[in-house]
């Protein structure tokens, strides 16, 4: 895995384990950091194909291979040398604007 993630990528990544009501299993999800320098955690949030009207849900434009919802509220660092990935996409700017616009609320920024 020579690529070097970058914020909108959309990768396959395998959340697992995960406590709780946390979303699991190997699922796409958007990456929404840089990577931290020498270290392989990144920051993401997963995507789900099921479609809900929820303020803190971005829609996947349908020119896109993955189809969904960025799930905002479930948003968490992840080691992807550990779990490994699979790059699927790069995501358009509008959407990672969104993503990084529903941060700000969730942080109050």
Not at 51 to 58: L, S
Not at 65 to 86: A, C, F, N, P, T
């Amino acid at each position: 895995m020579s690529y070097s993630l970058a914020p909108g990528d959309i990768i396959y990544l395998d959340l697992s384990p995960t406590v709780g009501h946390e979303q699991r299993g190997k699922r796409p999800c958007i990456v929404l950091s840089e990577r931290i320098l020498y270290s392989s955690m990144i920051c993401v949030a997963p995507i789900t194909t099921k479609r809900k009207v929820f303020p803190f849900h971005v829609d996947l434009p349908d020119s896109l291979k993955i189809e969904g919802q960025i799930l905002m509220e479930h948003h968490r660092m992840v080691d992807v040398k550990s779990r490994g990935y699979q790059l699927v996409e790069k995501a358009p700017v509008s959407v990672l604007d969104a993503c990084r616009e529903l941060m700000r609320v969730l942080y109050n920024l």
